[in-house]
């Protein structure tokens, strides 16, 4: 890190991780400006944090000028940023030092990196995997989700007692930076939606999302869904060890002595990785399908790491889920919690109820919409005992899922949680889904979901 000490930097683009990056260069004492293409009245609250900072850096909106670029000695870039943008081409010909965020942070660590890489399910499996390394009593840093960026790895001093970095990993950062080389790479199902502004094409996209495939060594794993991929072209004849999970069993299917990997058999989790191991999964804390295939992707990684079976076993049992999807909160007197406040859309919510066997009470409301909620009627019929309403939309969403169960209207959030326990008994679920977005109340999905997490401690 020494060469970027008392540098001139320019930071491109304010998001969480440009106040990371902003962090990490005033340890370095480094002259810092900002510059964000969007107008300050877009940015009124990054601003307003960014005057805080002491020496406040200088700042840049509405526009990218040569001048800030071509006076830099080192620009780094967000996620979001263009790698192709037209005032990075021409600093990098005046042989200014170009990075992405991403590439910043993988050119600085020196520790073994576990990427975690596909659409789905990625910062629950990197959650897991890092969950699992430090049952194991190893010191995990998992980033490149929610508010950890990769670079606060050294912001928070964390550089020299960390084993593993389990990195989430993006593919508009693969399209920046292409020559990482992980211990592990975990690919997640892959989706078809990909940003026409930053991608030709779907090949282009595809080639994009599996080029670090290329960098792994035959000391590296990669770990790749066989129920979807086994048949893929691009992921034969590598040089890597791989290994397969399914939800299908590897024994039914006649492959179990040919695919090393983890599979699902016999109402048991198996995985023949270095030594044969089975897992309950009758006690799973999480619940979904999709987190079923989440634990699959990470036991497999965690075996491949040699992780003992006990830590796997554990993560299993404890492992409580991301903040705010899905989110196990606490059991009180046989009554369970869980925050769902990420769930902004009615589809989300809908979705989110099917992860539970029987009919929960559900929690929901917030910024009234232009939603149209008359077409999930049937869904909430079917999977809600008590609809307790709450926000700007509960009265159209009364008016059109009201009939469908037990509703009931309050008028506080610490109500809904109130009358949700009140109406509750053994064995039931309480889901905090919103279906809404936040802001009637509360700053975003973040704020509303640890105020409801608050209010179940206090019950």
Known sequence: MERLKNKKVLIVGIGKTGF??????????????VTDIKPIFELNKAVK????????????????RVEDFLD???IVYGASV?????????????????????ELAATLCDKPIVAVCGSYGRTTVAHMIGYTLKLDGLNAFVCGTGDNPFINLWVQGLEKTTDYVVVEISVLELQQFKNLKPKL???????????????????????????????????SYLVLNYDKLINNALFKN?????????????????????????????????????????????????????????????????????????????CIEKFPGIPHRLEFVMEKNGVCFYNDSKTESMQSLVLSLSA????????????????????????????????????ESKEKMNRLLGDSTQTFLVGSFEESILIAYQKSRTGDIILLSPGNKSTDIFRDYEERGNYFKKLVYQL
Request: charged content about 25%.
């Open 49 to 64: 944090r960014l005057k805080k900072i002491r020496p406040a850096p200088e700042m840049t909106f509405g526009e990218h």
């Open 20 to 33: 990371a990056l902003i962090n990490f260069f005033n340890k370095l004492e480094c002259e810092i400006k």
């Open 185 to 219: 790479v975990v690919f997640t199902p892959i989706g078809e939606q990909y940003p026409s502004s930053r991608f030709k094409n779907f090949s282009d996209f595809i080639e994009t999302k599996i080029s670090i495939v290329r960098e792994l060594r035959e000391d």
């Open 238 to 314: 590598l040089n890597c060890q791989t290994y397969w999970y399914s939800r299908k069993s590897f024994i039914n299917m006649g492959v179990n002595t040919q695919v090393q990997g983890t599979h699902f058999h016999d109402k048991r989790i198996h995985s023949n990785i270095h030594c044969h191991s089975e897992f309950i999964v009758s006690k799973m804390r999480i619940i979904g399908e999709n987190n079923r295939e989440n634990l699959l992707a990470s036991i497999t990684a965690c075996k491949a790491l040699k992780v003992s079976d006990k830590s796997i076993q554990t």
């Open 72 to 74: 830099s000695d080192v």
């Open 356 to 391: 539970f066997k029987s009919p929960v009470i559900l929690i929901a409301g917030g910024k009234e919409t232009d939603q149209h909620y008359d077409q999930f009627f049937d869904a909430i019929k079917a999977n809600v005992r008590v609809l307790v309403l709450v926000g």
């Open 82 to 102: 263009s790698p192709s943008l037209p005032q990075l081409e021409e600093a990098r010909n005046h042989g200014k030092k170009v990075y992405s965020q991403f």
